[in-house]
């Protein structure tokens, strides 16, 4: 059992930065694939961006590339995510998930843990 928690969202003008973190629990960590999430007001939630248990494989959606970049510690248990140059469009909850297979996939339903999020909001 892994428990997740995303800290570091928060209201931001567009161009902004903010770095969200998830804390896991637990001494497996490093077994986990991980991935961040997110949802917006009305929509499906989508992923962002994923990463392999070591670290060395990361995936990310077209709409973040070049702005966003996922890393892990695996000594501190935790997952980060920075977002520069933030967008309206990016306002959403943001969830950090564990995924017990190989992975890293985007694909939501292969992920075991999620947290409670995190709201992002981007102002114009």
């Known amino acids: 059992q892994v428990q997740l928690v995303e800290s570091g969202g928060g209201l931001v003008q567009a161009g902004g930065s903010l770095r969200l973190s998830c804390a896991a629990s637990?001494?497996?960590?490093?077994?986990?694939?991980m991935g961040w999430f997110r949802q917006a007001l009305g929509k499906e939630r989508e992923a962002v961006a994923v990463i392999s248990r070591s670290g060395g494989n990361t995936v990310y959606a077209d709409s973040v590339k070049g702005r966003f970049t996922i890393s892990r510690d695996n000594a501190k248990n935790t997952v980060y995510l920075q977002t520069n140059s933030l967008k309206p469009e990016d306002t959403a909850v943001y969830y950090c998930?564990?995924?017990?297979?190989?992975?890293?996939?985007?694909?939501?339903?292969?992920?075991?843990?999620w947290g409670q999020g995190t709201q992002v909001t981007v102002s114009s």
């Open positions: 637990g001494r497996t960590f490093s077994t986990y694939a």
């Open positions: 998930a564990a995924d017990r297979k190989l992975g890293p996939t985007t694909l939501l339903n292969k992920y075991d843990y």
